[in-house]
T-cell receptor
Framework: SAVISQKPSRDICQRGTSLTIQCQVD?????MFWYRQQPGQSLTLIAT?????????ESGFVIDKFPISRPNLTFSTLTVSNMSPEDSSIYLC???????????FGEGSWLTVV | TQLLEQSPQFLSIQEGENLTVYCNSS?????LQWYRQEPGEGPVLLVT?????EVKKLKRLTFQFGDARKDSSLHITAAQPGDTGLYLC????????????FGGGTRLMVKP
């Protein structure tokens, strides 16, 4: 299976600040995605991180709030901007294998906004 | 938009019982994955099913993909407390990108 690591694993943030989450994947991964998992809920796709170009956002998510970078094949960042308590969530980095039929997840970044 | 209905949402059983979790959709998926997530961790992939009618076994877990590739089930035999967790099904569409659509999850608790 692919190795996906993200940091920070956990953080407590002040309202109005921004936090950037980093994700590093191994060479088995081709596509990269960012998901959000609100407390007690399933996963919701935020966006697909595209190498060298703007991410593709899902409905309900915008670049100003969740800027994403992917400067190369194995690294991506997600920034949660101007945070409010409603942004308290697990943010998960994921990547698909070369065959494109399996997606692996990092351990998640647990953000609490106070 | 592809939707996956997962049921039941919650399940609390005694050790040794059997259970089945269902994942249903009106859409066809190119593949379907099952994940298990424990508190404080990211989802861990259990299995990927690709072919309609496919059955895969992982020790006490049996996964089945429907013939039409619209539904799937996870059956656990003789559940153990270590099986406790959130089980998630996720379907990959045929469109470019292989983005996953997640079911709502089944929170399983197995009591000793």
């Amino acid at each position: 299976s692919a190795v996906i690591s993200q940091k920070p694993s956990r953080d407590i943030c002040q309202r109005g600040t921004s936090l950037t989450i980093q994700c590093q994947v191994d060479s088995q991964v081709t596509m990269m995605f960012w998901y959000r998992q609100q407390p007690g809920q399933s996963l919701t796709l935020i966006a697909t991180a595209n190498q060298g170009s703007e991410a593709t956002y899902e409905s309900g998510f915008v670049i100003d709030k969740f800027p994403i970078s992917r400067p190369n094949l194995t690294f991506s960042t997600l920034t949660v901007s101007n945070m409010s308590p409603e942004d308290s969530s697990i943010y998960l980095c994921s990547g698909s294998n070369r065959a494109g039929n399996t997606i692996y997840f990092g351990e998640g970044s647990w953000l609490t906004v106070v | 938009t592809q939707l996956l209905e997962q049921s039941p949402q919650f399940l609390s059983i005694q050790e040794g019982e059997n259970l089945t979790v269902y994942c249903n959709s009106s859409s066809v998926f190119s593949s379907l994955q099952w994940y298990r997530q424990e508190p404080g961790e990211g989802p861990v992939l259990l299995v990927t099913v690709v072919t309609g009618g496919e059955v895969k076994k992982l020790k006490r877990l049996t996964f089945q993909f429907g013939d039409a590739r619209k539904d799937s089930s996870l059956h656990i035999t003789a559940a153990q407390p270590g099986d406790t967790g959130l089980y998630l099904c996720a379907g990959a569409g045929r469109n470019a990108g292989n983005m996953l659509t997640f079911g709502g999850g089944t929170r399983l608790m197995v009591k000793p």
